[in-house]
């Protein structure tokens, strides 16, 4: 009996373990099913917050780089302008002093020549003006003397 006895004992004791090791794992599966729930909430909201703190400080480093990029533009465009406007200025005075230098050149050279030109042309022109009037006189005169020659020939020519 004793026998028997260790044997229901055991048994018995065997189911009671088993319970205990069923029980033991329920409260562990609820437990861990716990944990995860826990878990996943705080990892959620975790990275919900640091996806927000990124996003708010991405903008806020957008804003910064697009300020500066503004700035450096602004910059750019205003050095661009004031070397334009040196240039500008520069070749607008060598312009005026290559013109002032033309200038200068038509007053001191071209203009006397011209006018040089000009009365030595005028006083051709009324020679040959005049030379016309005479050469005119003289054609008439040759064609009078001609005649007055074809006439005396003629006479001479009878009288001869």
Request: one cysteine or more.
């Amino acid at each position: 009996m004793s026998n028997e006895l260790s044997n229901k004992t055991v048994t018995y004791l065997l189911g009671e373990i088993s319970g205990m090791l069923e029980n033991m794992q329920n409260s562990l599966r609820t437990e861990i099913a716990e944990t995860r729930d826990s878990l996943q909430s705080s990892l959620r909201a975790e990275i919900a917050e640091t996806r927000d703190s990124l996003q708010s400080s991405l903008r806020a480093e957008i804003t910064e780089t697009r300020e500066t990029l503004h700035a450096e533009i602004a910059e750019t465009r205003d050095s661009l302008q004031s070397s334009l406007r040196a240039e500008i200025a520069e070749t607008r005075d060598s312009l005026q002093s290559q013109l002032t230098q033309i200038n200068l050149t038509l007053e001191q050279n071209v203009v006397p020549r011209l006018n040089t030109i000009e009365s030595c042309y005028v006083s051709t022109y009324e020679r040959y003006s005049q030379g016309i009037n005479q050469l005119e006189s003289i054609q008439s005169d040759i064609l009078v003397m001609k005649d007055v020659i074809m006439k005396h020939s003629t006479q001479l020519a009878k009288i001869s």
